[in-house]
């Protein structure tokens, strides 16, 4: 079935403050979505009014084209939203805690099962949710916007405050909702995240839409140039300076680091010379564009 959501002149004020400043955009259907932006940059705000629990006070979001603040039953059971993990039921263990959801949604008792085996919460089916990890209490949240198998999924800072490792594990989690059809829309401030898993991300700062596109063209778009980074000693300054195409040689004690928009040639200038000792090469990210827009440092 289609999902498509579109988001126009989406507009919410708190007294003098635009938390959300005349966003429009469309997310397609089966789309991994993302909205990328600091703290206080108006994700949650903007999430809410699309998930319609939050009135924007300018602006519509059509889904399919129904509104989603008149909470029409049959378009809510379409939709999964991940409840922050301090919004669960105390004392209850994991799977009561996704039974009770289950129950709420009418859905089939053995899809509890089911779910803690697909986010690896099998082991921590009877442990009471306040015994979780942090990991493991973003895993239950999410499976617990998923017991009535939504179309659309929700997900606001799915791994805000977890370690490198449990994040990493999650993005392939989040990675094969998406895999399975499921349009998916999250919130992030961590680049490397919005980078790894959206299809096309909106950055957005100050409640304002700054750019949208894919990560890959956000970059290429960027122009920046690629850094290369060589073993100390591997080639002297005044020498990787004047080779054509070279715009900066910066000599770091552990490293020389070349800046260059045309690296093909100067690579192969630096192969020409044998001067790839310790070589590895690194384009622009995510973190640059957004740094190039704001023009500012990045405030995680
Ligand atoms: N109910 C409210 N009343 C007043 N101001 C609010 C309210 N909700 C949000 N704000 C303000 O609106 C702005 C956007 O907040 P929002 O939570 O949407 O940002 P965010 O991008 O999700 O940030 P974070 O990454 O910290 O969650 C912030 O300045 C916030 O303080």
């Known amino acids: 079935m289609a999902a498509r959501i579109e988001v126009a002149g989406l507009t919410k004020t708190y007294g003098d403050l635009a938390a959300v400043?005349?966003?429009?955009?469309?997310?397609?259907?089966?789309?991994?979505?993302?909205?990328?932006?600091?703290?206080?940059?108006?994700?949650?705000?903007?999430?809410?009014?699309?998930?319609?629990?939050?009135?924007?006070?300018?602006?519509?979001?059509?889904?399919?084209?129904?509104?989603?603040?008149?909470?029409?039953?049959?378009?809510?059971?379409?939709?999964?939203?991940?409840?922050?993990?301090?919004?669960?039921?105390?004392?209850?263990?994991?799977?009561?805690?996704?039974?009770?959801?289950?129950?709420?949604?009418?859905?089939?008792?053995?899809?509890?099962?089911?779910?803690?085996?697909?986010?690896?919460?099998?082991?921590?089916?009877?442990?009471?949710?306040?015994?979780?990890?942090?990991?493991?209490?973003?895993?239950?949240?999410?499976?617990?916007?998923?017991?009535?198998?939504?179309?659309?999924?929700?997900?606001?800072e799915p791994t805000a405050a977890l370690d490198p490792q449990a994040r990493r594990n999650l993005w392939d989690f989040l990675e094969g909702l998406n895999e399975s059809g499921r349009t998916v829309i999250l919130t992030t401030h961590y680049m490397e995240e919005a980078e790894f898993l959206c299809d096309r991300v909106a950055i957005i700062d100050h409640g304002r839409l700054l750019k949208l596109d894919s990560p890959a063209a956000l970059v290429r778009d960027l122009d920046a140039p690629t850094r290369i980074s060589l073993a100390p000693g591997a080639i002297e300054e005044r020498e990787a300076a004047a080779i054509a195409g070279v715009d900066q040689v910066r000599v770091h004690p552990d490293r020389t680091e070349i800046s260059t928009r045309r690296p093909a040639e100067v690579l192969a200038e630096l192969a020409r010379r044998d001067a790839l000792a310790g070589l590895t090469a690194s384009g622009a990210t995510l973190e640059d564009v957004f740094l190039d827009l704001t023009g500012r440092e990045y405030r995680s």
């Open 21 to 156: 400043d005349d966003l429009t955009f469309t997310v397609e259907t089966g789309e991994f979505f993302g909205l990328l932006g600091p703290n206080g940059a108006g994700k949650t705000t903007a999430l809410e009014m699309i998930e319609g629990l939050r009135k924007p006070d300018a602006g519509t979001v059509a889904i399919d084209g129904h509104d989603p603040w008149k909470r029409d039953p049959a378009l809510q059971r379409r939709l999964g939203v991940q409840l922050q993990s301090s919004a669960f039921f105390e004392r209850l263990s994991a799977r009561e805690q996704l039974s009770t959801f289950a129950a709420l949604y009418g859905a089939p008792a053995e899809r509890v099962d089911q779910l803690l085996v697909e986010v690896g919460l099998e082991d921590k089916a009877e442990s009471p949710v306040e015994k979780l990890s942090g990991g493991q209490a973003q895993r239950l949240s999410i499976a617990c916007a998923l017991v009535h198998d939504p179309e659309i999924v929700f997900l606001d």
